[in-house]
């Protein structure tokens, strides 16, 4: 299990951006793909994207792709999801998490953090 500590949501207008961050002490960080997902209210978790050990690969959820971008800096053991345009339908509980396989499934990320609101105000 990999501890990971989620920043940086808040509240934001629409049209406004966040970049969130998630962070951990663990040395082997770079061995490990990292994931965000996402979680509004009354609803199950959905993927929004990913990002290989390297971070030469990503793939991202239809419904952010061209407003987000994830990144990694492994020196750093840090993550981000930088958010653009944000919309109301973008309120959720966002998650990093960390895996050993690239993929879009929630079910191939074993540690989760404890999650960082992002609410975005029309």
């Known amino acids: 299990q990999v501890q990971l500590v989620e920043s940086g949501g808040g509240l934001v207008q629409a049209g406004g951006s966040l970049r969130l961050s998630c962070t951990t002490s663990e040395r082997t960080f770079s061995t490990y793909t990292m994931g965000w997902f996402r979680q509004a209210p009354g609803k199950g978790r959905e993927f929004v994207a990913t990002i290989s050990r390297s971070g030469a690969s990503t793939s991202y959820a239809d419904s952010v792709k061209g407003r987000c971008t994830i990144s990694r800096e492994n020196a750093k053991n840090t993550v981000y999801l930088q958010i653009n345009s944000l919309k109301p339908e973008d309120t959720a509980v966002y998650y990093c998490?960390?895996?050993?396989?690239?993929?879009?499934?929630?079910?191939?990320?074993?540690?989760w953090g404890q999650g960082t609101q992002v609410t975005v105000s029309s």
């Open positions: 998490a960390a895996g050993l396989r690239f993929s879009s499934s929630s079910a191939n990320f074993a540690s």
